[in-house]
């Protein structure tokens, strides 16, 4: 999670790159993702970190909860903004590390390889000491661990796309991300390239960055997310002895 504005060359496109990409998958990780949410309760004050164009913000404001959605560039943020034309979800341009709005939330939520975007320890620990900050004294923090499984090449050619991404490892489980896509719609043909960075994270490295922050793994809710192949856990602050 960078300050810089990563995707921006193709945020525009986002979206549509995903769907032809995966499909129903998203969709129903989406639902999967409300489901189990649904399950803390209703009408829940939520923090979305890492929000992106909105597809689980948009989704739980729909669903009847109060939604900030956290986002660090600004150019998806901007796409999530055209999306809620009913201004139902409070905007905030910040990464997880470095959010200071409101607090106070029943619920914060970093899913979707989030942390993926954080690169160093420090970081991660900063991130859960500010998603804890966020929380009511019951609140929760709901994370998924990205498996070591994500970090490689792919090529999708299908549905008028051609999308390239190379993962090269930097060491220290550090890895170069660059995608060169080319996009046909409706005729138009789009070009983009992205590169940035992106860590991959142990579980224990997690556990370790949770503790730190004052935070503790209340249940693995990874069994209700068979789809996702990683791990989903539902945390909490850690009580005082």
Known sequence: MSANDNHRSWAKH?????????????DE???QT?????????NLR???????????????????????AVEPSASMLAQLAAKDTGNLIGK????????????????AIAVFTVIAYILTWEELTLSFTRAGECLKAEGKLLIDIPSKSLF????????????????????????????????????????????FRLRYWTEVEVKAALH???LEILEDWSIHFPMAGEAHWLCRKRKQT
């Open 46 to 68: 939520i923090a979305d970190f890492g929000a992106g164009t909105g597809r689980l913000s948009l989704t739980l404001a729909a669903a009847g909860h109060t939604v900030t």
């Open 92 to 107: 905030h341009h910040a990464s997880l590390q470095t959010y200071d709005g409101p607090s106070g939330h029943d619920l």
């Open 34 to 42: 409300l489901a189990q949410i649904n399950t803390l309760g209703s």
């Open 29 to 31: 990780l989406t639902r």
């Open 212 to 214: 730190q922050a004052g």
């Open 152 to 195: 490689h090449d792919s090529h999708v050619m299908r549905n008028g796309l051609d999308r390239k991404i190379r993962f090269v490892p930097l060491g220290a489980n550090l890895y170069s991300y660059k995608e060169t896509t080319t996009l046909s719609d409706n005729g138009t043909e789009i070009k983009y390239e992205d590169k």
């Open 14 to 26: 986002y979206d549509e790159v995903n769907r032809r990409c995966f499909g129903r998958f998203y």
